[in-house]
């Protein structure tokens, strides 16, 4: 006997910066054409519902996505989103979320790096990292207040070193071994927000003795 489909549900709502957000969905065993979301936007989840509204926009790229643009979405309220059939009779999932607790930023952009000093031996060199925060990301108005994490490791490890978290964008990196190569990135979330969002590109790090050629980037 084989194992049964899963019914469809909601997979995530994440929105990148408090502005727009989007959910996606799995069909399981049923066409992307036979689903449909509604939803009800109200100040507090258990207020007695309002007319159910269907989505604002099914995406065209991905046929399981449905867009709420500016129009569409309040910050500091609930959403009650409901996965339906395309007549209606059934509801498959149901989701609550506020907007302000499903933001993953965009990765941060132009990370790069810049070499402080080495010591004495050579054997050790602290780096200066900087970026810009995510372009999608409303920072200078202080609508979204960011928390950043690098990571870095030794591309012979797989083990990635965690920082702590700054709110700037600028560290440094002390204590990193000379004719090593280092594989370094950095991705944010927002004060207070549960997830963080996806890394930036990777920039990559070796840092010769002295006498034994220039840096390379």
Same mark, same amino acid.
């Not at 207020?47 to 509204?53: H, M, S």
């Not at 409303?138 to 202080?142: S, T």
């Given at each position: 006997m084989g194992m049964q489909s899963p019914s469809p549900h909601i997979t995530s709502?994440? #929105?990148?910066?408090?502005?727009?957000?989007?959910c996606r969905w799995n069909v399981s065993s049923l066409q992307s054409g036979e689903l449909r979301l509604f939803y009800i936007n109200k100040k507090h989840p258990q207020?007695?519902?309002?007319?159910?509204?269907e989505c604002p926009h099914y995406s065209a790229q991905s046929p399981n996505e449905c867009f709420f643009d500016e129009n569409h979405t309040s910050v500091w309220t609930f959403y009650t989103i409901q996965l339906r059939?395309?007549?209606? #009779?059934?509801?498959?999932?149901e989701n609550i979320i506020d907007v302000a607790d499903i933001v993953q930023p965009d990765p941060p952009q132009e990370?790069?790096?810049t070499l402080l000093n080495q010591s004495v031996t050579s054997t050790y060199s602290d780096i200066m990292l900087s970026w810009k925060p995510p372009e999608s990301a409303?920072?200078?108005?202080?609508w979204l207040r960011l928390l950043y994490e690098v990571q870095y490791r030794n591309m012979d490890i797989e083990q990635w070193q965690v920082t702590d978290l700054v709110k700037s964008t600028s560290r440094?990196?002390?204590?990193?071994k000379s004719n090593v190569d280092?594989?370094?990135?950095v991705h944010c979330k927002t004060l207070g927000g549960?997830?963080?969002g996806e890394f930036s590109d990777s920039v990559f790090v070796h840092i010769p003795s002295k006498g034994e050629g220039s840096l390379l980037s």
């Open positions: 709502c994440v #929105s990148a910066n408090m502005e727009t957000f989007h207020t007695p519902p309002n007319e159910w509204r059939s395309r007549d209606q #009779s059934i509801i498959y999932d990370l790069t790096w409303d920072v200078e108005m202080g440094t990196l002390y204590g990193l280092y594989e370094v990135r549960k997830a963080f």
